[in-house]
């Protein structure tokens, strides 16, 4: 599955953990992470120091990983250490994977989400 995220051209690393299911949000994301700074008009540095916020280049890359979304089960689904679980789905289409989370017991033992949780392991492994 292929999802953007910005990365942060004058820093060398990503802008934010957050990976967008579409391209058009990423691009509306890259205008409003830099809002909180507009009205000083720079970017804080990791290292303390600012960059003028007209010389901070967010790119949108594009990423391709084994994830699957899942707006049923309010989720994208991946493995972690070989273990299936998911990140959830935000507004904006948007997820954190470092927010991942093991599926849930009570959801696999629910004959209804299993099923749901089945397809996207299948899925996951055809893909």
């Known amino acids: 599955m292929r999802v953007y995220r910005l990365f942060n051209l004058s820093e060398h690393g990503p802008a934010s953990g ?3 299911l579409d391209r058009d ?6 205008e409003l992470v830099k809002w909180p700074y507009a009205n000083e008009g720079t970017w804080p540095l990791a290292d303390g120091r600012e960059l003028p ?3 901070v280049e967010l790119r949108v890359e594009p990423l391709e990983r084994r994830w ?3 707006p049923e089960l309010g989720v994208v689904v991946f493995e972690q250490e070989g273990q299936l679980g998911g990140a959830p789905l935000l507004p904006g289409n948007c997820f954190d994977p470092d927010e991942w989370q093991a599926a ?3 959801e696999l033992a ?3 989400t299993a099923a749901l949780w089945e397809k996207a392991r299948l899925a996951l492994k055809a893909a």
């Open 18 to 20: 957050l990976h967008f």
């Open 25 to 30: 949000e990423a691009d509306r994301y890259r």
């Open 53 to 55: 916020l007209e010389r």
């Open 104 to 106: 849930p017991a009570t």
């Open 110 to 112: 629910n004959p209804e």
């Open 68 to 70: 699957l979304a899942e």
